[in-house]
């Protein structure tokens, strides 16, 4: 019989209404399977861990992230996969960094969550949490169908380092519109074979998360060079930079000697785009083209969530601006798609 370990993290999943101040506040796993009897007919055993202290996702810190790991790691052998339940704040972002902290990853990591707790009536949380077992349990001539860090969310499980949350009121909470859905859950659990990365033969490796030194630089008409200065003078290694469109900046010299000035101190910094469907195309506009010649790296169409964990995994893993640029330029887990 196969075996599944799940692991609390907190999340809506499982908060109920504090008596005195009414917030949403997590409760204690035991209380969430009262709410799911129907666990008991899975074919399948089932293991927990739960947090000693149970979050809502916005407190969500590297520090959980390597617990996370550790977890997998010390559970590989002996379950079949994995599911993780987390609040859907911060979901993309663990899912991302989860994704690359752990190469050559050969069963599935299915996180998932929901929009209402399990009490609720109206609950979406059930759904969820039942499919999301059966897609952490599901085989093919005995390997796993999904070997990867996932995202399942109302009836679409998504590659999890190319999903981000787009609605916060919805069921529908997920979108991934730069990568194919990997499966779909209706009367049947239709997957997109062609579209799920297959693992090589070689062991998992677990990495820490070793890094947090990243700063964002979002770009808006009007921004002032004292702002520019003053996040590129902070005493970080790795910046995102959000720019418009298909990679592009104001071409004006101040900004491009400030960014240039930047790197060649030794900082790396990523373009990615403010648009959600599409793709960064260094030298495609002028207004980008300066971007390439000075250095600045290219982030495809990474999402903001896979490009900030990305950029912190990779600045633990190496002191070297030119490696971890490359890096980045890479297609390390599926997150971008080199066009
Ligand atoms: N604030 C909650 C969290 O991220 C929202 C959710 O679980 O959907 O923990």
Same mark, same amino acid.
């Given at each position: 019989?196969?075996?599944?370990?799940?692991?609390?993290?907190?999340?809506?999943?499982?908060?109920?209404? %504090?008596?005195?101040?009414?917030?949403?506040?997590?409760?204690?796993?035991?209380?969430?399977?009262?709410?799911?009897?129907e666990?008991?007919?899975?074919? /399948?055993?089932?293991?927990?861990? #739960?947090?000693?202290?149970?979050? $809502? +996702?916005?407190?969500?810190n590297?520090?959980?992230?390597?617990?996370?790991?550790?977890?997998?790691?010390?559970?590989?052998?002996? @379950? %079949?996969?994995?599911v !993780?339940l987390?609040? +859907?704040?911060?979901?993309?972002f663990?899912a991302s960094?989860?994704s690359?902290?752990? =190469?050559?990853? $050969?069963k599935?990591?299915?996180?998932?969550?929901?929009q209402?707790?399990?009490?609720? @009536?109206?609950?979406?949380?059930k759904?969820?949490?039942?499919?999301?077992?059966?897609?952490?349990?599901?085989?093919?001539?005995?390997?796993?169908?999904?070997?990867? !860090? /996932?995202?399942?969310?109302?009836?679409?499980?998504?590659?999890?380092?190319?999903?981000?949350?787009?609605?916060? #009121?919805?069921?529908?909470?997920?979108r991934?519109p730069?990568?194919?859905?990997?499966?779909?859950s &209706?009367?049947?659990?239709?997957? +997109? @074979?062609?579209?799920?990365?297959?693992p090589?033969?070689?062991?998992?490796? @677990?990495?820490?998360?070793?890094?947090? $030194?990243?700063?964002?630089?979002?770009?808006?008409?009007g921004?002032?060079?004292?702002?520019?200065e003053?996040?590129?003078?902070?005493?970080?290694?790795?910046?995102?930079?959000?720019?418009?469109? #298909?990679?592009?900046?104001?071409?004006? %010299?101040?900004?491009? $000697?400030?960014?240039?000035?930047?790197?060649?101190?030794?900082?790396?910094?990523?373009?990615i785009s *403010? /648009?959600?469907?599409?793709?960064?195309?260094?030298?495609?506009? =002028?207004?980008?083209?300066?971007l390439?010649d000075i250095?600045?790296t290219?982030?495809?169409?990474?999402?903001?969530?896979a490009? !900030?964990t990305?950029?912190?995994?990779?600045?633990? *893993?190496?002191?070297?601006p030119?490696?971890?640029?490359?890096?980045?330029?890479?297609?390390?887990? &599926?997150?971008?798609?080199?066009?």
């Amino acid at each position: 019989m196969n075996q599944i370990l799940i692991i609390y993290t907190g999340g809506t999943i499982g908060m109920m209404s %504090d008596p005195v101040t009414k917030a949403l506040v997590p409760i204690n796993f035991e209380q969430i399977m009262d709410n799911v009897p129907e666990l008991e007919r899975l074919n /399948c055993k089932i293991k927990v861990h #739960s947090f000693d202290t149970v979050i $809502d +996702s916005s407190n969500m810190n590297p520090e959980i992230w390597n617990e996370l790991a550790r977890l997998i790691k010390k559970n590989y052998d002996s @379950v %079949d996969g994995f599911v !993780v339940l987390h609040g +859907s704040d911060t979901m993309a972002f663990s899912a991302s960094a989860l994704s690359f902290m752990l =190469e050559n990853l $050969d069963k599935p990591v299915i996180f998932t969550g929901s929009q209402l707790p399990i009490s609720a @009536v109206r609950t979406d949380a059930k759904e969820n949490l039942m499919t999301a077992i059966e897609l952490a349990k599901a085989k093919k001539n005995d390997r796993a169908r999904v070997p990867e !860090v /996932c995202i399942y969310f109302d009836y679409k499980l998504f590659r999890g380092n190319r999903a981000f949350k787009y609605n916060s #009121s919805k069921f529908e909470a997920f979108r991934s519109p730069n990568y194919p859905i990997l499966a779909e859950s &209706g009367v049947h659990l239709r997957f +997109s @074979v062609n579209d799920i990365r297959q693992p090589g033969t070689e062991p998992i490796i @677990v990495h820490n998360m070793a890094a947090n $030194d990243v700063a964002v630089l979002k770009l808006y008409p009007g921004i002032s060079p004292k702002v520019v200065e003053s996040i590129l003078a902070s005493e970080v290694r790795g910046v995102i930079m959000e720019t418009y469109g #298909s990679g592009n900046t104001t071409t004006d %010299d101040w900004f491009i $000697d400030l960014l240039k000035k930047a790197i060649d101190s030794g900082k790396v910094i990523l373009d990615i785009s *403010q /648009c959600k469907v599409g793709t960064v195309e260094l030298g495609r506009y =002028e207004t980008s083209k300066q971007l390439k010649d000075i250095g600045v790296t290219n982030g495809y169409d990474m999402t903001f969530e896979a490009a !900030v964990t990305k950029m912190m995994y990779l600045l633990g *893993q190496s002191n070297d601006p030119l490696q971890v640029k490359a890096w980045l330029e890479t297609d390390l887990r &599926g997150e971008l798609t080199i066009s």
